[in-house]
C-alpha cells in the first residue's frame, strides 16, 4: 500500500504538487482557527461559571408560614339587656382582675324583668341560706329533738297498747280503785285548803304555795284515774283498734325522723346542692345583665360604647385580652405539617416590628386540616418566650419553625443541583471541565441542603450556574431546582 502511494506522487508534475500543498496549507489553517475557537469558547464559558467548595457545617431546616398575633385569653364582651350605658370605670390599656365591674347601665333604663332581678336574688341567697342551715349544725339539732320526740311518743303509744290488750288483775284493779279514791280525797282536800287564798294578789307567796299544791294533787288524780281506766277497760276491740292505729302512726313519723336525721348528718347530695346553686347562678346571672364584668385577669384592649350611650342585647362592650402570654397563629401546609411537632423552637418577626426578631415555641399542632383553594393548611400555634409593649393581638407575623438542627454535616447549596436524566446532581470542575456527580440529599433550609450519598467530597469545586444544555429544564419530583444560570 505505501508502494503505491509512493509511485503515485512519483508520477504527479510539479503543478499538480502546488495544488495539493497549497489543500494541505488550507486544511491545517482551518483546523488550528477549530482549536483556538474551541479553547476561546471554553475559555469564555469557564469565566462565566460562578463556583464555591464544598464544606461541612450546621444545618437548619426551617417551614415557613404567615398568620396573626392573638392573646393566650381573648374576649368579646356584650351587653345582655338593653339600656343606656351608666359609667364605664376603665379605659383601654387598664388592667382588671376577674370579676370587676368595667361597665355597667343605668337601673332605671333597663327592662322591668332587669330591676326585679334583685328581688330575685334576695330571695335565692336567702334560700341558698336556708339550705346551707338545713345541712349545718342547727339543722342536726333540730333534726335530733324531732328524732327524740318521735321516739318518745313512739314508746308510749306502744305501752298504752300494751296496757289495754292485757286485762288487768282484780287485785291490780282493786289497789288501782283505791288509789284514785286516795288522789281524789287528796285533790279535793287541797281544794278546800286553796279558797282562803283564791282572792290574794297572785304575787302572794301563801296562795302560790297552796295553788302549787292543788296542781301536784290533780296531775297525781289524772295518773290514778288513766292507771285505773286502763285496767279496768279490759280489752273491748274499739279502744285496742284505735291504740293500735296510734302505735303505726307513731312509727311512720319515726321513720320519717329517723331518715331526716339520717340524710342531714350525710349531707346533701350533688343534685341537690347543683339545683341550689342552680337557682342562686341563675338569679345572678340576671342581676348581672346590666352589667360588664372581666371574664379573667387581663387588659382591656378596646371600649365601644361611651356613657350615656343606648345599648341593646348583643351590643359589643368591651374587649378583654391576657396579655402576660402572646401567641401566633399560622397556617402550615400539607406538605409540611408532617415535620412540625410540638416543642420546636421557632422565630417569629412582625411587620409592625420589622427590627426584632422574637423567640417563640409550637405549642398546638392541629390534627385535622382546612381545605383552601391553594390546598390543604393546618393550624399551628406558636408561643413567644418574651414579648413587650409593641406585640399586639391581631398584628401580621412571619414565623420559621426549626424542624431540623445537623451539625457538621456535608453541605451543598441548593442553587447548584441540577437534575440530568432524571437523577439530581452537582456539577464539580476537574481538570478545567464541568464534570457530573450524582448526589443524594436529606433535609434542606432555604439556602443549603445535606448530601447523604453520592459521589460529591469535601473540598470539591462546584459550580452554581452550569449551562442549561448540560441537564433537564426541571426536576418532575421537586420543582425546587431548576435548569438556568443563577
Known amino acids: 500500500m505505501i508502494t503505491r502511494i509512493r509511485d503515485w506522487f512519483k508520477n504527479m508534475d510539479g503543478r499538480k504538487w502546488t495544488i495539493v500543498g497549497g489543500a494541505a496549507l488550507v486544511l491545517v489553517v482551518i483546523a488550528l482557527l477549530v482549536r483556538n475557537a474551541g479553547q476561546a ?62 361597665a355597667s347601665l343605668l337601673a332605671a333604663s333597663m327592662p322591668a ?74 285533790l279535793q282536800r287541797a281544794e278546800e285548803a286553796y279558797e282562803p287564798y283564791a282572792g290574794r294578789s297572785e304575787s302572794d307567796l301563801g296562795r302560790a304555795n297552796m295553788l302549787l299544791q292543788v ?22 276491740s274499739t279502744p285496742i283498734a284505735k291504740a293500735a292505729a296510734d302505735l303505726a302512726l307513731a312509727q311512720a313519723q319515726l321513720d320519717i325522723a329517723q331518715q331526716k336525721y339520717d340524710d342531714i348528718l350525710s349531707g346533701p347530695t350533688a343534685l341537690q346542692r347543683a339545683a341550689a346553686e342552680a337557682r342562686l347562678t341563675a338569679a345572678q346571672a340576671g342581676v348581672d345583665a346590666g352589667f360588664i364584668l372581666a371574664p379573667f385577669n387581663g387588659t382591656i384592649t378596646d371600649i365601644y360604647p361611651n356613657q350615656g350611650d343606648l345599648v341593646s342585647v348583643g351590643t359589643r362592650a368591651v374587649q378583654v385580652d391576657d396579655l402576660s402570654a402572646v401567641q401566633v397563629v399560622v397556617e402550615v401546609s400539607e406538605v409540611d405539617i408532617n415535620r412540625v411537632q410540638v416543642g420546636q423552637p421557632s422565630y417569629v418577626v412582625l411587620d409592625a416590628v420589622q427590627d426584632v426578631q422574637y423567640e417563640g415555641e409550637v405549642v398546638a399542632v392541629a390534627l385535622a386540616g382546612n381545605a383552601t383553594q391553594g390546598g390543604v393548611n393546618f393550624r399551628v400555634i406558636v408561643q413567644l418566650k418574651e414579648s413587650d409593649a409593641r406585640v399586639l393581638p391581631g398584628m401580621t407575623a412571619a414565623v420559621n419553625i426549626v424542624v431540623t438542627e445537623l451539625e457538621d ?78
Open 41 to 102: 469558547a471554553q475559555a469564555a464559558l469557564t469565566g462565566n461559571l460562578q463556583t464555591t467548595t464544598v464544606e461541612r457545617g450546621n444545618l437548619v431546616a426551617i417551614v415557613g408560614a404567615t398568620g396573626s398575633v392573638r392573646s393566650l385569653q381573648s374576649a368579646t364582651l356584650a351587653w345582655e339587656t338593653s339600656g343606656t350605658v351608666d359609667e364605664i370605670h376603665f379605659a383601654v390599656g387598664d388592667r382588671v382582675r376577674e370579676g370587676d365591674v368595667i
Open 113 to 186: 324583668n332587669a330591676i326585679l332581678a334583685q328581688a330575685d336574688l334576695q330571695a335565692a341567697q336567702d334560700a341558698m341560706k336556708d339550705f346551707e342551715n338545713a345541712y349545718g349544725d342547727l339543722g342536726i339539732s333540730q333534726a335530733q329533738k324531732a328524732l327524740a320526740d318521735a321516739q318518745d311518743a313512739y314508746e308510749k303509744a306502744s305501752r298504752y297498747l300494751s296496757s289495754i290488750s292485757n286485762p288487768g288483775r282484780p287485785v291490780d284493779i282493786d289497789q288501782a280503785q283505791a288509789n284514785l279514791v286516795l288522789a281524789q280525797d287528796r
Open 215 to 236: 296542781t301536784q294533787a290533780q296531775q297525781q288524780y289524772d295518773a290514778a284515774l288513766r292507771q285505773y281506766n286502763a285496767l279496768a277497760s279490759g280489752s273491748g
Open 409 to 486: 454535616v456535608l453541605l451543598v447549596p441548593n442553587r447548584a443541583v441540577r437534575v440530568q436524566n432524571g437523577r439530581r446532581v452537582v456539577y464539580v470542575m476537574r481538570a478545567g471541565s464541568l464534570v457530573p456527580v450524582p448526589v443524594t440529599l436529606g433535609a434542606s433550609s432555604e439556602t443549603f441542603s445535606e448530601v447523604v450519598g453520592g459521589e460529591l467530597k469535601e473540598g470539591d469545586v462546584i459550580v452554581l450556574n452550569p449551562p442549561v444544555s448540560s441537564f433537564d429544564a426541571m426536576d418532575p419530583s421537586n420543582n425546587q431546582f431548576m435548569g438556568g444560570f443563577n
